[in-house]
């Protein structure tokens, strides 16, 4: 069932078959990578406290479940991409972060929907925010990310 345990996975285009697939550790995703879904119904399981950490790589069409408020993080100076997603749990946003989250459904998170800290400035654009215990989007301290309905 496991189809990538935690860690950092090469440079290229990875696809994830479709099952649900228990993630133990965080999963980095740097520059040059790519996951993205054979199909409806690829999805990542990540225990309590763990996640996709998003460093300026790309995922697109893939579920990601998770224990707890957040399931993604980006921080730092990244980029990135998390396209046609379907997110239960949070997004925290910081740092110098400028990720682009498009067409995402994020929802189910213990917290925020996507909370954006630091001097971080992504772009959220089309995305469906629903169910999240507090507000669909927390913008604190100095950051100043775009918002575009569609």
Do not use: Y
């Amino acid at each position: 069932m496991d189809w990538l345990v935690s860690g950092r996975p090469p440079p290229g285009t990875h696809t994830l078959p479709i099952g649900e697939h228990i993630v133990s550790g965080d999963l980095h995703v740097p520059e040059g990578v790519i996951l993205t879904a054979e199909g409806a119904g690829a999805t990542l399981h990540f225990e309590t406290g763990k996640g996709l950490l998003l460093k300026g790589g790309r995922c697109w069409g893939i579920t990601i479940r998770g224990g707890g408020w957040c399931v993604v993080k980006a921080g730092g100076v990244t980029g990135g991409e998390i396209e046609q997603c379907a997110l239960h749990g949070g997004v925290e946003i910081d740092g110098e972060a400028a990720p682009v989250l498009r067409d995402n459904t994020i929802m189910g998170s213990d917290g925020h929907g996507v909370g954006v800290g630091g001097d971080a400035a992504p772009t959220l654009a089309g995305n469906h925010i629903r169910g999240n215990k507090r507000c669909g989007v927390a913008i604190i301290d100095r950051a100043k990310p775009t918002v575009h309905e569609g």
